[in-house]
């Protein structure tokens, strides 16, 4: 029997970060030594205080399905979060709670987009935008902007890029894979352009917020421009801030229409989100943030390390970023240097082969020619990795 597959699923590639993840821990399955470098996961456990929440929801019963929109305490968590870090009010019928951001954003996709739309999306992105919106059936508009760019769109390509199709923007600050924020002064000015056009509507992907080193404040683009209140969804989540990859747990504010149409599309896909991963939630958002400055500091340290590291391989340039936990390193001088490499993708396979160390090529983000590299793991892992590098940049054979 030949099975025939929907055009849209044909249409998309499997999360190249997930793959590169998994590839690198088959190989170590099998007894090779490789550094992943390729998750966008902290190494960190989730906080004691989060997972006793956990503890006691179970020891209270709180195994039911749940709501959804998700269950009120979490709702008022995160109503009071919006209002606490971002001075955004939301009502109850605003906030959407989700199994992870990227459901959060497929729910958007499909409760907005039709086919023929389009949704500007700058790169380098995050892997998922494109899929995303490809499987609502609309068309991914990609804006680039590289290194020179200090990998963020300018109002003028941003204004340039805008069609009458144009029904979705996505914005990732700080950005994965760069780990580049947008200023404030930077937001509004594409705020000004957005003001023009409304019927836009604007996703901002805040999953970072809390990982950011810069002297100036975390900002969004409706922080920065709240003009655009009306029209912009604020996605965020647990996963990355509080360790919390494996729970599941992401949330959104926005228009209270569109909201509610995600709603529909959630409740006819997963329906609510894991009611344990709920209770430990609220624990996250609501209970004390003195655990997240340790991890923020540990990821600055290694941040410094990475670029300067990266920075001293030959061909190899990378900013230094303003948060998250990637470097994102332009090879394109390096690969133009190594024999039998040709693009970012045969570098990341000659990496893996040559040095047993796995990280995602930039063509995955939209930007060929770069690597995403994670440094979301040990310093002694990290060390090694950049030694093992270093050896194959310079030419030289690595000790097997």
Request: with cysteine.
């Amino acid at each position: 029997m030949t099975i025939s597959l929907s055009d849209r699923v044909q249409q998309i590639q499997p999360s190249p970060t997930l793959a590169v993840t998994a590839r690198a821990a088959a190989l170590r399955a099998a007894g090779q030594d490789v550094i992943g470098l390729g998750a966008g996961e902290p190494d960190f456990d989730t906080p004691a205080h989060i997972k006793q929440a956990a503890i006691a929801a179970l020891e209270k019963g709180a195994t039911k399905y749940t709501p959804v929109e998700g269950i009120a305490p979490l709702k008022d968590a995160i109503r009071n979060k919006f209002k606490r870090d971002n001075g955004l009010d939301y009502a109850a019928d605003q906030i959407l709670v989700s199994a992870g951001a990227k459901q959060t954003l497929f729910n958007l996709a499909q409760a907005l987009l039709n086919p023929g739309d389009e949704a500007i999306i700058p790169a380098p992105y995050w892997v998922s935008y494109p899929a995303i919106v490809s499987l609502a059936g609309a068309k991914p508009v990609i804006v680039s902007a590289g290194i020179e760019d200090r990998f963020k769109i300018t109002p003028d390509k941003l204004a340039a890029t805008i069609t009458d199709r144009t029904r979705l923007i996505i914005l990732n600050t700080p950005s994965n894979p760069t780990g580049i924020a947008y200023t404030r002064a930077e937001l509004a000015a594409l705020g000004e352009v957005l003001k023009a056009y409304p019927d836009i509507v604007i996703a901002t992907d805040d999953i970072y917020e809390q990982i950011v080193w810069t002297e100036e404040p975390f900002t969004n683009l409706v922080m920065a421009c709240p003009e655009l209140y009306d029209r912009t969804v604020v996605v965020n989540g647990v996963s990355k801030t509080y360790a919390m990859t494996g729970w599941r747990i992401g949330y959104c504010g926005g228009p209270k229409p569109l909201v509610q149409a995600m709603k529909k599309v959630q409740s006819q896909s997963t329906s609510g989100a894991n009611s344990i991963a709920q209770a430990a939630a609220v624990a996250a958002i609501d209970g004390d943030q003195s655990c997240i400055e340790p991890m923020v500091r540990a990821f600055k340290e290694r941040h410094d390390y990475v670029v300067e590291a990266l920075n001293a391989l030959p061909g190899i340039r990378c900013l230094t970023g303003d948060g998250t936990f990637y470097a994102f390193a332009d090879c394109r001088e390096a690969i133009a240097q190594l024999d039998g490499i040709d693009d970012d993708v045969q570098l990341s396979e000659a990496l893996i082969e040559r040095c047993g160390v796995a990280l995602v090529p930039g063509s995955a983000f939209g930007a060929p020619g770069y690597a995403r590299i994670t440094f979301a793991t040990s310093m002694e892992q990290l060390r090694s990795a950049m030694q093992r590098l270093a050896k194959v940049f310079a030419k030289e054979p690595v000790p097997g």
